[in-house]
């Protein structure tokens, strides 16, 4: 047995810069890792279940072992076997024990703010933390709904972590139209929602990925789900016994989303990535690259668990520039910093619009794909809450050295953009990677892509 326990990049001391090249065209078989909203939400609900929960092919990132630490902490016992299956013994809804220690959730506002939804329901005080990117990232949007249900939350200025919460035996099960598109504060709602007596409901005016509301009609809560005039409404009955579940584990969307861009940018590419999760709430970044003009087919549709997979091949064609409406966003929240590269590649104009919820992601994204897109001469410029990409008609200038703030997501989106760039692309640290994609640059080399890598103290070193 493996007892993996987490640890997060910035407790490593030393910088890991990469560089990224154009060289062969991509192509051959890639297994992307698994999905990591649905990894985390299996050892929640996992958790929450009577007895012992079974997930395949979970995600075994920095982000995922963080939730899997934390909730070890509060009694769960969770262990991976040697053929890599993770198992879950649910203590049941409202069964966690107080933790003996700060909660650290690393890098990841998912565990972050799902976790304050379990805790709600619990009758002891956890205080929370995280590394400086989820420290920066605003928490009041969780703070909001589960205080006005009875918890009590004391955060720094600005609704920021470290906080701390004391939940309770008795939480009142509320309405909540939420403020902002977000699935985790839908998620956090819900899970608090079921240690609540009666039911709790959650309005979302644009749908958010549905993962915990599929897993937990797949362990047998009883969820309501209806279309109103505000729009989507899903009711949970509160304080139901759950039933453990075994849980296949798509590859993530989001990470298929660095080689399949790769794919569609680099001229003569064709990669091959089975069993990617096709949920309709993720896959906007796919629909965005066809109108572009890709070469994209999703082979053998199936259903796996109770969520949509296909295979996907992904073929190089030139692209041209796309306007992505904010009605998209939700789909592809997650995806924008690596359709950049594919529109700084495009001809013509690229406009992503409604895309604020950018600037309180593991990073200013909106600051970081423009100032990257610039380093790597390409012009780019924001309005308020919309993103304009002028495509270079083909490879990129590059040379730019980019600064990953703490994001994995910069930091493969600006590699990928190297691959198609007329020279290098350097990433200052790519350490944050290993949150959700645990073995990328490997994964990539064995497409055929050019990317180096090593650990420097000294930043003007290593990797060129
Ligand atoms: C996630 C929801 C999204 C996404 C994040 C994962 C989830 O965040 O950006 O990577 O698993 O629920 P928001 O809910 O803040 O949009």
């Given at each position: 047995?493996?007892?993996?326990?987490?640890?997060?990049?910035?407790?490593?001391?030393?910088?890991?810069?990469?560089?990224?090249?154009?060289?062969?065209?991509?192509?051959?078989?890639?297994?992307?890792?698994?999905?990591?909203?649905?990894?985390?939400?299996?050892?929640?609900?996992?958790?929450?279940?009577?007895?012992?929960?079974?997930?395949?092919?979970?995600?075994?990132?920095?982000?995922?072992?963080?939730?899997?630490?934390?909730?070890?902490?509060?009694?769960?016992?969770?262990?991976?076997?040697?053929?890599?299956?993770?198992?879950?013994?649910?203590?049941?809804?409202?069964?966690?024990?107080?933790?003996?220690?700060?909660?650290?959730?690393?890098?990841?506002?998912?565990?972050?703010?799902?976790?304050?939804?379990?805790?709600?329901?619990?009758?002891?005080?956890?205080?929370?933390?995280?590394?400086?990117?989820?420290?920066?990232?605003?928490?009041?949007?969780?703070?909001?709904?589960?205080?006005?249900?009875?918890?009590?939350?004391?955060?720094?200025?600005?609704?920021?972590?470290?906080?701390?919460?004391?939940?309770?035996?008795?939480?009142?099960?509320?309405?909540?139209?939420?403020?902002?598109?977000?699935?985790?504060?839908?998620?956090?709602?819900?899970?608090?929602?079921?240690?609540?007596?009666?039911?709790?409901?959650?309005?979302?005016?644009?749908?958010t990925r549905d993962h915990t509301e599929r897993m937990l009609a797949h362990m047998?809560?009883?969820?309501?789900?209806?279309?109103?005039?505000?729009?989507?409404?899903?009711?949970?009955?509160?304080?139901?016994?759950?039933?453990?579940?075994?849980?296949?584990?798509?590859?993530?969307?989001?990470?298929?989303?660095?080689?399949?861009?790769?794919?569609a940018i680099v001229p003569g590419s064709n990669v091959y990535l089975p069993a990617?999760?096709?949920?309709?709430?993720?896959?906007?970044?796919?629909?965005?690259?066809?109108?572009?003009?890709?070469?994209?087919?999703?082979?053998?549709?199936?259903?796996?668990?109770?969520?949509?997979?296909?295979?996907?091949?992904?073929?190089?064609?030139?692209?041209?520039?796309?306007?992505?409406?904010?009605?998209?966003?939700?789909?592809?929240?997650?995806?924008?910093?690596?359709?950049?590269?594919?529109?700084?590649?495009?001809?013509?104009?690229?406009?992503?619009?409604?895309?604020?919820?950018?600037?309180?992601?593991?990073?200013?994204?909106?600051?970081?794909?423009?100032?990257?897109?610039?380093?790597?001469?390409?012009?780019?410029?924001?309005?308020?809450?919309?993103?304009?990409?002028?495509?270079?008609?083909?490879?990129?200038?590059?040379?730019?050295?980019?600064?990953?703030?703490?994001?994995?997501?910069?930091?493969?989106?600006?590699?990928?953009?190297?691959?198609?760039?007329?020279?290098?692309?350097?990433?200052?640290?790519?350490?944050?990677?290993?949150?959700?994609?645990?073995?990328?640059?490997?994964?990539?080399?064995?497409?055929?892509?050019?990317?180096?890598?090593?650990?420097?103290?000294?930043?003007?070193?290593?990797?060129?």
């Open positions: 047995m493996i007892d993996n326990t987490a640890s997060h990049s910035s407790s490593r001391p030393t910088p890991r810069r990469a560089t990224a090249r154009a060289g062969a065209a991509l192509s051959g078989f890639a297994r992307v890792p698994g999905d990591k909203s649905i990894s985390h939400r299996a050892l929640m609900l996992g958790a929450l279940a009577v007895g012992t929960t079974r997930a395949e092919g979970l995600l075994e990132g920095e982000d995922v072992l963080a939730t899997a630490a934390a909730l070890r902490r509060m009694g769960v016992g969770i262990t991976r076997d040697e053929s890599g299956i993770w198992q879950i013994e649910g203590v049941g809804v409202g069964g966690l024990h107080a933790p003996d220690d700060v909660l650290d959730m690393g890098n990841s506002g998912t565990a972050a703010r799902l976790i304050c939804g379990l805790l709600a329901g619990h009758n002891f005080t956890a205080i929370l933390t995280g590394d400086d990117s989820l420290r920066a990232r605003p928490m009041g949007r969780v703070i909001a709904p589960l205080t006005e249900m009875g918890a009590q939350m004391a955060s720094r200025d600005g609704g920021r972590m470290p906080l701390s919460i004391t939940g309770t035996n008795d939480l009142l099960p509320i309405e909540y139209v939420l403020p902002v598109p977000s699935a985790q504060v839908k998620s956090a709602v819900l899970l608090a929602g079921l240690h609540a007596p009666g039911k709790t409901s959650v309005i979302e005016a644009m749908a047998g809560a009883e969820l309501e789900i209806t279309e109103t005039d505000e729009g989507r409404r899903i009711t949970i009955t509160g304080q139901p016994e759950l039933n453990p579940a075994e849980i296949q584990i798509p590859a993530d969307p989001s990470s298929a989303a660095f080689p399949a861009v790769a794919a990617v999760g096709m949920n309709p709430a993720r896959i906007g970044l796919f629909d965005t690259l066809v109108e572009m003009g890709a070469d994209i087919s999703r082979e053998n549709p199936r259903d796996v668990g109770g969520e949509p997979v296909a295979d996907l091949r992904i073929r190089a064609r030139s692209l041209k520039g796309v306007i992505v409406p904010a009605s998209r966003a939700p789909s592809m929240i997650d995806e924008y910093p690596v359709l950049a590269a594919a529109a700084a590649c495009a001809s013509g104009t690229s406009v992503f619009e409604g895309v604020g919820e950018l600037r309180v992601k593991e990073s200013d994204r909106l600051a970081a794909v423009e100032a990257g897109l610039a380093a790597c001469g390409v012009a780019v410029w924001t309005e308020e809450d919309r993103m304009v990409i002028q495509g270079c008609g083909g490879p990129p200038p590059g040379s730019g050295e980019i600064a990953a703030n703490l994001d994995h997501r910069i930091a493969m989106s600006f590699l990928v953009l190297g691959l198609a760039a007329k020279n290098p692309v350097t990433i200052d640290d790519v350490r944050t990677v290993e949150t959700s994609f645990p073995g990328f640059i490997e994964t990539m080399c064995g497409l055929g892509a050019d990317i180096t890598a090593a650990e420097t103290a000294d930043p003007s070193k290593g990797a060129a």
